[in-house]
């Protein structure tokens, strides 16, 4: 089986139902072009898959296998999240439900806020990344799913900044360009953020 043989399937399902992503989502595909339908999982009535992975790499590839079970297409997933290393890491895959509730990002920018408060130290940045996994299969038993990973760098600010985006991108500080991630538009973000690096390797991936 080919890599791109999904591509004559017709359909490609995200498997997502964040409203966030799927935007973004929406964005990036528009510019690939594709001969294929993308459609969220949402739209085929696909629930989230329980994510018990211990990475980025593994959640992704269960979400892509699970929509591609149920809807008998190829699918793609995407896992992501924000690492901090003088948190050893986290939120990490815990991203989205680090406050305790899956998806609130006003409760989980506020913790992340204030279990990094006790370790800052005066003009001294606190560096993070946004890291972003992407997982095709062809279908739910694929033996070989292909996997993607971009990974940007930045630091996490003391307070939110910008309305743009979800997620922590208010709190993700980009000194080379003195704005944080909220303020970005979806444009200038998909250039460069993790999810764009990301979809740039996937892009190549199809001229193989």
């Not at 560096?127 to 993607?148: K, N, R, S, T, Y």
Request: aromatic share 6%; proline share 4%; net charge negative.
């Amino acid at each position: 089986m080919a890599a791109t043989d999904w591509l004559s399937e017709g359909t490609l399902v995200l498997a997502s139902n964040n409203k966030g992503k799927i935007a973004e989502f929406e964005k990036l595909f528009a510019e690939l072009q594709l001969p294929v339908e993308v459609v969220a999982q949402g739209k085929l009535n696909i629930e989230d898959a329980i994510e018990d992975g211990l990475s980025f790499v593994e959640n992704a590839i269960i979400k892509a296998r699970h929509a591609a079970k149920i809807s008998g297409k190829p699918a793609i997933a995407d896992d992501s999240g924000i690492c901090v290393p003088v948190l050893g890491g986290v939120p990490g895959i815990y991203s989205a439900r680090y406050a305790g509730e899956h998806g609130n990002d006003t409760a989980n920018n506020e913790k992340l806020l204030a279990d990094l408060k006790p370790l800052r130290q005066d003009g001294e940045a606190i560096e993070g990344m946004f890291v972003c996994v992407l997982a095709l299969v062809q279908h739910a038993e694929d033996p070989l799913p292909q996997v993607f990973q971009g990974i940007w760098h930045g630091e996490i600010l003391e307070a939110a900044r910008g309305k743009n985006g979800f997620g922590y991108d208010p709190l993700f500080w980009l000194p080379e360009l003195g704005i944080s991630s909220a303020e970005m538009s979806k444009e200038e973000k998909n250039k460069i953020s993790h999810r764009g690096q990301a979809m740039q390797l996937f892009k190549k991936s199809l001229a193989k």
